[in-house]
């Protein structure tokens, strides 16, 4: 395959997909993951795409209602996510009413929390497992699952979240952006994100740097109803929005 064919190739996958690891590509191209990372050097410099941490995602905007699976996202921006998460479970105090937003970021939150005298809510299956693995006060929100996230959505979960009155929220999004907020490929999990936002006195959005002036298709929250914690800031004018802080400055 030519140089100007595996640039196509890539190109039309990571902007279908909307991110993709090195290893898919090179599995799916049938060349080694070094040539990969080479191809997406070149790409990230052309412009045509955004090289991260194991592999890339689109540049294209508005990015729709595609969402990668959970295996999928878990490989990408892997240590960025655990310092978010790292830092984010300090922020738990004893008498914290917790709820942990689905998400990859958000379940590695819960490998660092130590506080054993909070009550946690989820709703994510695997959110819900590890929870009680660690031997925490949990519980699982109940409704509709969502395959691809592992998240229970639906008119039935949004129901029991209106029955609480969270003191924090660990929210996880697709996109963050000045004008759009925080978004998401998939209408019934915006409305128990944004449920959870609006039940919860401090909300905190767990984001790395690539989800910045990302657009997906439903806004769940305006930027100045949640704090973001993330791994470096790509754009300053952010931080006149809302409260961010960074964990790898």
């Known amino acids: 395959m030519l140089t100007q064919e595996r640039y196509q190739s890539i190109l039309s996958t990571v902007n279908e997909r909307g991110a993709?690891?090195?290893?898919?590509l090179a599995e799916l191209l049938g060349i080694s993951e070094s040539t990969v990372r080479r191809d997406l050097t070149a790409l990230d410099e052309l412009g045509k795409l955004k090289k991260v941490f194991g592999g890339a995602t689109s540049i294209i905007k508005p990015e729709g209602n595609f969402e990668d699976n959970v295996s999928m996202r878990e490989g990408i921006m892997a240590e960025e996510k655990t310092e978010i998460a790292r830092y984010s479970a300090k922020l738990i105090n004893n008498s914290d009413f917790v709820f942990i937003d689905s998400g990859t970021t958000t379940s590695r939150l819960i490998d660092f929390i130590e506080n054993t005298?909070?009550?946690?809510?989820?709703n994510g299956i695997v959110h819900a497992r590890k929870l009680v693995q660690r031997g925490l006060n949990a519980y699982l929100i109940g409704g509709k699952v969502k395959a691809a996230t592992e998240a229970v959505v639906g008119a039935e979960g949004i129901a029991n979240?209106?029955?609480f009155n969270f003191s924090k929220a660990f929210m996880g999004t697709n996109g963050i952006d000045i004008q759009a907020g925080f978004?998401?490929?998939?209408?019934?999990e915006a409305m128990m994100k944004e449920a959870?936002?609006?039940?919860?006195?401090?909300?905190?959005?767990?984001?790395?740097?690539?989800k910045f002036r990302r657009v997906f298709s439903v806004t769940f929250s305006q930027l100045k109803k949640c704090c973001v914690i993330t791994d470096n800031l790509p754009?300053?004018?952010?931080?006149?929005?809302?409260?961010?802080?960074?964990v790898m400055k």
């Open 117 to 122: 005298h909070a009550t946690y809510v989820t």
């Open 161 to 163: 979240l209106k029955s």
């Open 183 to 188: 978004t998401t490929p998939e209408i019934e």
């Open 235 to 246: 754009d300053s004018r952010f931080a006149k929005e809302t409260v961010i802080k960074e």
């Open 20 to 24: 993709v690891t090195v290893s898919e």
């Open 196 to 210: 959870a936002v609006n039940r919860s006195y401090m909300a905190f959005v767990l984001a790395d740097h690539t």
